[in-house]
């Protein structure tokens, strides 16, 4: 595991394991959040996040947590492994109304400077309608990148169990 892609809902999780797995594999940590958002939630063009995305891809040790379905094969031809947190709708509202709390008027050290932790109507709607609307599509890419392994993780639980069984 060199080059790992962490895909799920918003407050699934994918940033602090992104964090837990640095550390444990002694890898780079990219957040897409940190390369798109700049202060006051203003993004950057998308010339410039594909520009740093690039940079990124082409180096050999990374893991990437976010989404961001637009640039998701130019990550699946480059990853080693996927870790899809397949978290229920109501795991990721919880784990974002605990954040929130948690970061309510703070930036998150996920996030860019200057974007304080937030959760309006929007943000809930996409977790509400994320795995109607996003897991089939999750499961093709899984399945697409044969040359990748594949972890499926469906609770925070599973989610601990992974990280203990991994070399310390």
């Not at 994918?14 to 002694?26: D, E, F, I, M, N």
């Not at 520009?51 to 976010?66: C, F, K, M, P």
């Not at 637009?70 to 795991?91: G, H, K, N, P, Q």
């Not at 499961?139 to 601990?160: D, M, P």
Request: with cysteine; charged share 25%; hydrophobic share 40%.
């Amino acid at each position: 595991m060199n080059r790992i892609l962490i895909i799920g809902c918003g407050g699934s999780g994918k940033s602090t394991l992104a964090r837990s797995l640095g550390k444990r594999l002694q890898l780079p940590v990219v957040h897409l959040d940190q390369l798109w958002w700049r202060r006051g939630w203003q993004n950057v063009s998308i010339q410039e996040f594909d520009r740093q995305l690039g940079e990124v891809l082409a180096t050999d040790a990374w893991i990437i947590d976010g989404n961001y379905s637009r640039t998701m094969e130019r990550r699946l031809e480059r990853c080693d492994t996927i870790v899809y947190l397949d978290f229920s709708r109501w795991a990721c509202l919880w784990g974002v109304f605990q954040r929130v709390l948690s970061n309510r008027g703070q930036t998150r050290p996920d996030m860019a400077p200057g974007c304080p932790e937030r959760l309006d109507w929007a943000f809930f709607k996409w977790i509400w309608n994320f795995n109607r609307e996003n897991r089939t599509q999750n499961y093709l890419w899984l399945a697409k990148a044969r040359h990748a392994r594949s972890i499926v993780l469906r609770s925070r639980k599973e989610v601990q169990a992974f990280l203990q069984q991994l070399p310390v």
